[in-house]
């Protein structure tokens, strides 16, 4: 039975993400030519794939973000941004809350949605590997760094 492709019909104008060329086509990040010049927190390694950077994106970011063992964040947020991440390798944690009294921990495979404004600590829980995450957020890669808070006050931190 063929599919009814009826139902997929193009609505609104995409003309705006024409290429150089006229065409409006899929634009692919090659390996190794994403764009590292992204917004950080405190040592967290971002690169885009997909984002005003480098593509005719104007309401996506798309990157991979690298932790090293050990690694947290500064508290931030990522302002008006909705922010969807998955753990490619690694395990995770993010405390928020009051005083960052509260965390959830991750592992590969896991998903995460973290709403606008809401501050937090990313976390590598390793030691000795690496996280790597897959990280997307609209309207883009927006980060907001706070004052810090200390390790000793992030609870299960350094007894990890």
Request: hydrophobic letters at 35%; glycine letters at 10%.
């Amino acid at each position: 039975m063929e599919p009814d492709l009826s139902k997929y019909r193009l609505e609104g104008d995409n003309s705006m993400y024409r290429l150089p060329s006229g065409l409006v086509a899929p634009v692919v990040t090659r390996r190794g030519l994403e764009d590292p010049g992204t917004a950080d927190s405190g040592g967290a390694v971002r690169v885009s794939g997909v984002s005003i950077q480098h593509t005719p994106a104007r309401r996506l970011w798309f990157g991979k973000v690298s932790n090293e063992p050990g690694y947290r964040s500064v508290s931030h947020h990522h302002g008006e941004a909705e922010t969807g991440g998955y753990v490619l390798s690694g395990r995770a944690r993010i405390y928020f809350g009051e005083e960052f009294a509260d965390y959830l921990d991750m592992e590969e495979g896991d998903w995460v949605f973290v709403p606008p404004f809401m501050p937090h600590v990313e976390c590598n829980l390793s030691r000795t590997k690496p996280l790597v995450w897959m990280t997307t957020r609209t309207p883009e890669n927006i980060v907001v760094n706070l004052p810090d808070v200390a390790d000793a006050d992030l609870r299960d931190w350094t007894d990890r």
